[in-house]
Structure formats: structure tokens, C-alpha cells
């Protein structure tokens, strides 16, 4: 049994992650802030649990995290200020917690001599890419939204203290993680919590950017493939190879809510929105992580999720009315109902 520290536990990935290594015994200490990347509720299902610890604080904070690692034979830091569309609003506030707060727990850790750094990134950090292409573990970074940025920021520096110090640093690049527990303020839930409330669907501009999907039970698995049998210094993409469009999503969200398409209604695009991600996961692969759900029977799983939690996610939205007031002003029009699911 090992003591594993996972920063930004009470968001959507680290929750999943905390739950897979409780699953398998390990001791779990949680570090989270619960903000807006976080959620109270999803800690309820995590303490309920045996060998589960939660320890409010940030990561930014260096006092915070030598007192939460001390002891911890290896951390994962899905810690981050999430979302790309809120990292137009505050891009310093994402640079903060991303880049400073990862450099922060790296010291840290360092201090600490922990055995084991996960550093959790996303596929974002690689821009967008042409039709027929996939970004390989190598392939160099073009961040082009704060989001991706700040993230790219945060994995240079987790990875130059595996280069410096020696510490055992391993980054995982993750395509777009779905499921039960995401906040609806993401394409999947967002969608799925307004058809089921009879709402218009928002899509951005013509909805043909293409996202690859991994249901977050998958993803969650990856991150512990790295864990345990990465290599100091590499990065290891999380992916399928199933690539569908938003407006794709879309449809089939509306199919599976027995909904209209005309609830569909195209606003305008965000500012710089990457039209296509996509990832070569056989690094990953070699190491022997396989997606076990494929996204037709995920998105099943996670429409009828939302269907059966509607509590859950009606408090977070209703906490978010100022978010999507900010954000979407241009398109109030379309957006006001939002109040009203």
C-alpha cells in the first residue's frame, strides 16, 4: 500500500483518480482549494471511504504542501485551473495556479524526496493540428489559449526538475476526459443537462471542431499506468483514437435524451478556438493501458449519469450564474435559459 498525495482531488479527473487508487488500497490525501475546478460533492462519495484524508488548501501555498506531502511516497497533481473558455476571463489567475502552484509542489516535493511526480496535462498543450495528424509524445508545443499555455508552462517545469534535480517527474497529456462528476459547464455535461431540461444547445460557430474522447474511468487508469510504470523525464499521451466532432456530440447527445434537433442553436465562436486535437497514445499502450469503454457506450453511461444526479449538477449550476453571465454576454439571448433548467 503506498500514500499517495493527489493535488485538485475534488475535481472532476482527481476525483476519478483518488477513487481508482482507493480502489486498489492505497492511502489517499487529497489537497484541494474548492473552487470552481472543484466540487464539494465530489468528495462525498471519497470519504465515505476507508484511508481517505481531505486537506483544504493550495498548492501555490509552499507551507500547505510540505505539510500535506510530508510522509507521501509519490504525488499526482491534477491541480489546475480547468476550462479554456474561464481562461479568457483570467489568464493570470490560470498562469498562477498552473505554472507558479506546479513549480511550488515541485519544490516541495523536491524537499520532501518524494519517490514519484505525476504531473497531469492535457493534449491542448499541442494545438491544433491538421486532418490525418496526431501529436506523438514528442511532438513539440504551440499552446495557443491561456488554458493550454499555463498548462504547457506547468509540465516544462515539472519536467526540468526531473532534468535538473533528478526528481522522478512523469507528465501525461490527456485528450478530453468525460463521464460521471464533470462540471456542466463542459461541452458533454453542459449539453446533456440542457437537453434533458428541453433548453436550446449552444454550439460554437459551425460545431466541426473535432476533440478526441476518453471516458474518465480510462483516463483515470492511464494517469495510474504512469504512476506505476512510467519512466522519469517522459510524457505519456491519453488517447483513443475516437475523434468526433462537437456537433457529432451533439446529435447524439440529443438521440440519447430523445430530444429535437432543433434545440440546436449555432452562437459565436469563442476567441481562438482550436478546430482539431488528436493524440498517439502508444507509449501508453506499451506500458499496457487500454481503453476499456468506447465513446458510444460512454456517452450512454454518462447521459443516463446526469439523468439520475440532477441535484449535483443543478448546484453547480446555479453557482456558476456570474461565470456564464461574464462569458457569454454577447450571447444572452441564447444563454439566459440557463437559469432555468
Same mark, same amino acid.
Given at each position: 500500500m503506498s500514500?499517495?498525495?493527489?493535488?485538485?482531488?475534488?475535481?472532476?479527473?482527481?476525483?476519478?483518480?483518488?477513487?481508482?487508487?482507493?480502489?486498489?488500497?492505497?492511502?489517499?490525501?487529497?489537497?484541494?482549494?474548492?473552487t470552481d475546478a472543484g466540487s464539494a460533492g465530489n468528495l462525498e462519495r471519497l470519504e465515505a471511504m476507508p484511508r481517505f484524508t481531505f486537506v483544504?488548501?493550495?498548492?501555490?501555498?509552499?507551507?500547505?504542501?510540505?505539510?500535506?506531502?510530508?510522509?507521501?511516497?509519490?504525488?499526482?497533481?491534477?491541480?489546475?485551473?480547468?476550462?479554456?473558455?474561464?481562461?479568457?476571463?483570467?489568464?493570470a489567475r490560470f498562469a498562477h495556479t498552473d505554472v507558479f502552484g506546479a513549480a511550488t509542489?515541485?519544490?516541495?516535493a523536491l524537499e520532501a524526496r518524494i519517490g514519484r511526480f505525476v504531473q497531469v496535462s492535457t493534449d491542448e498543450v499541442y494545438g491544433p493540428?491538421?486532418?490525418g495528424?496526431?501529436?506523438?509524445?514528442?511532438? !513539440?508545443?504551440?499552446?495557443?489559449?491561456?488554458?493550454?499555455?499555463?498548462?504547457?508552462?506547468g509540465e516544462l517545469v515539472a519536467l526540468s526538475f526531473a532534468h535538473t534535480y533528478g526528481l522522478d517527474v512523469r507528465v501525461t497529456r490527456g485528450c478530453n476526459a468525460y463521464g460521471p462528476w464533470q462540471h !456542466?459547464?463542459?461541452?458533454?455535461?453542459?449539453?446533456?443537462?440542457?437537453?434533458?431540461?428541453?433548453?436550446?444547445?449552444?454550439?460554437?460557430?459551425?460545431?466541426?471542431?473535432q476533440r478526441e474522447w476518453c471516458y474518465v474511468t480510462d483516463?483515470?487508469?492511464?494517469?495510474?499506468?504512469?504512476?506505476?510504470?512510467?519512466?522519469?523525464?517522459?510524457?505519456?499521451?491519453?488517447?483513443?483514437?475516437?475523434?468526433?466532432?462537437?456537433?457529432?456530440?451533439?446529435?447524439?447527445?440529443?438521440?440519447?435524451?430523445?430530444?429535437?434537433?432543433?434545440?440546436?442553436?449555432?452562437?459565436?465562436?469563442?476567441?481562438g478556438h482550436d478546430r482539431r486535437y488528436a493524440v498517439d497514445a502508444t507509449r501508453l499502450r506499451g506500458l499496457g493501458w487500454r481503453p476499456e469503454l468506447d465513446f458510444e457506450r460512454g456517452l450512454a453511461e454518462t447521459v443516463a449519469w446526469y439523468r439520475a444526479h440532477e441535484q449535483w449538477w443543478r448546484a453547480l449550476l446555479d453557482a456558476s450564474q456570474e461565470y456564464f453571465e461574464r462569458m457569454y454576454a454577447r450571447r444572452a439571448e441564447t444563454l439566459a435559459p440557463l437559469r432555468s433548467v
Open positions: 500514500r499517495v498525495v493527489v493535488t485538485g482531488g475534488a475535481g472532476f479527473i482527481g476525483s476519478h483518480v483518488c477513487e481508482a487508487l482507493l480502489a486498489r488500497g492505497d492511502e489517499v490525501v487529497c489537497l484541494d482549494n474548492l483544504k488548501g493550495d498548492i501555490a501555498d509552499a507551507a500547505t504542501d510540505r505539510d500535506t506531502i510530508a510522509g507521501a511516497d509519490a504525488v499526482v497533481n491534477c491541480a489546475a485551473e480547468t476550462h479554456v473558455d474561464r481562461s479568457l476571463l483570467t489568464p509542489l515541485l519544490e516541495a493540428l491538421a486532418a495528424e496526431a501529436s506523438e509524445d514528442v511532438t !513539440p508545443l504551440r499552446p495557443t489559449s491561456p488554458y493550454a499555455a499555463s498548462k504547457a508552462g !456542466p459547464e463542459k461541452l458533454i455535461p453542459l449539453m446533456t443537462v440542457r437537453a434533458l431540461g428541453g433548453e436550446r444547445l449552444p454550439v460554437y460557430g459551425d460545431g466541426l471542431q483516463f483515470a487508469r492511464g494517469v495510474l499506468t504512469v504512476l506505476d510504470r512510467g519512466e522519469r523525464g517522459k510524457a505519456f499521451n491519453i488517447g483513443t483514437g475516437e475523434r468526433v466532432p462537437n456537433a457529432d456530440v451533439v446529435a447524439r447527445i440529443l438521440a440519447l435524451t430523445g430530444r429535437d434537433a432543433a434545440l440546436v442553436e449555432h452562437v459565436i465562436d469563442r476567441p
